[in-house]
């Protein structure tokens, strides 16, 4: 039985978050620049997006550029920027055939206007498809997503629209970027580093980590898969403790 088999379609995850790295690191191992390395990353994102569509998962949320990606040397990040053109041309067929419908999260106005067109414009095409949802996070902050719900919430206070009392944890998600996608329930970050990095910071309050040492551009399907396996054998208690999660399914059943 291969491992895809094992996977139990009832307890899947319906939103996986992947933070991808190690993009520089498999290029410089190979003797070539980082940009390579990116390249070679979007057969990863290709393969990924494609297992999350056979597994029936609902939201993919992909890390794909952050908005202290900026900072890198000019270019790099301007590499980066037509390797997304180039990325979202080509890809946009793939995902209209299996039915992916893509949004963007982050702060897309600081994208250059090419790069806007064309995301625009594969959103725009793929509006209408109900397979897979695929989230970009690009100039991406979880403290600036935070930070503009802060300023909405409170300017919806000033306004007299809302009372300080009525401000609770379902308000919050609502007036984040991410608001009617539910939160993930599993986050891998490849690269083998430990660390969230400003990434759906409230999300993932209660999300279930899985940290590989497999670079980006050596992910795929099947490393995918076993993360989804890896997920499944994890209970998952949301502060109770097994006795009351039995007593819970018992009720249920």
């Known amino acids: ?18 933070i991808m ?30 297992g999350a569509g056979e597994l029936g998962i609902k939201y993919l949320t992909l890390y794909a550029f952050s908005t202290e990606n900026w900072n890198r040397p000019k270019i790099e990040v301007n590499a980066l920027m037509s390797l997304f053109i180039t990325a979202v ?30 995301l625009n414009e594969i ?40 009372k300080t009392e009525n401000i609770s944890p ?9 608001a009617g996608i539910p939160n993930p329930e599993l986050l891998i970050r490849t690269g083998g580093e430990y660390r969230i990095s400003n990434f759906l910071l409230w999300q993932i309050s209660y999300s279930e980590l899985y940290f590989t040492e497999t ?14 396996y890896n997920y499944q054998q994890r209970e998952r208690r949301f502060g109770k403790i097994t006795e009351q999660l039995d007593n819970d ?3 249920k059943s």
């Not at 039985?1 to 992947?18: N, Q």
């Not at 793929?126 to 919430?153: D, P, W």
């Not at 670079?215 to 989804?228: Q, R, S, T, V």
Request: glycine share 4%.
């Open 123 to 162: 959103i725009s095409e793929t509006k209408n498809n109900s397979g897979l949802n695929l989230i970009l996070a690009i100039s991406y902050s979880s403290k600036q997503e935070i930070t503009e719900m802060v300023r909405k919430i409170a300017e919806q206070v000033k306004s007299n629209t809302i």
């Open 89 to 118: 041309k080509n890809e946009t067929k793939n995902l209209i055939e299996n039915n992916v419908k893509l949004s963007a999260i982050g702060e897309l106005n600081t994208l250059p206007s090419n790069v806007q067109l064309n």
């Open 249 to 251: 399914a018992e009720e």
């Open 170 to 178: 379902e308000l919050i998600s609502e007036n984040m970027q991410t």
């Open 21 to 50: 790295d190690g993009n520089g690191r498999w290029a410089k191992i190979r003797g070539n620049k980082r940009i390579f390395g990116h390249k070679n990353g979007v057969k990863a994102v290709r393969d990924v997006v494609k």
């Open 215 to 228: 670079l980006w551009p050596d992910f795929n399907k099947k490393l995918f898969f076993e993360a989804i």
């Open 1 to 18: 039985m291969c491992l895809k088999d094992k996977i139990e379609k009832s307890k899947l995850p319906k939103h996986v978050a992947i």
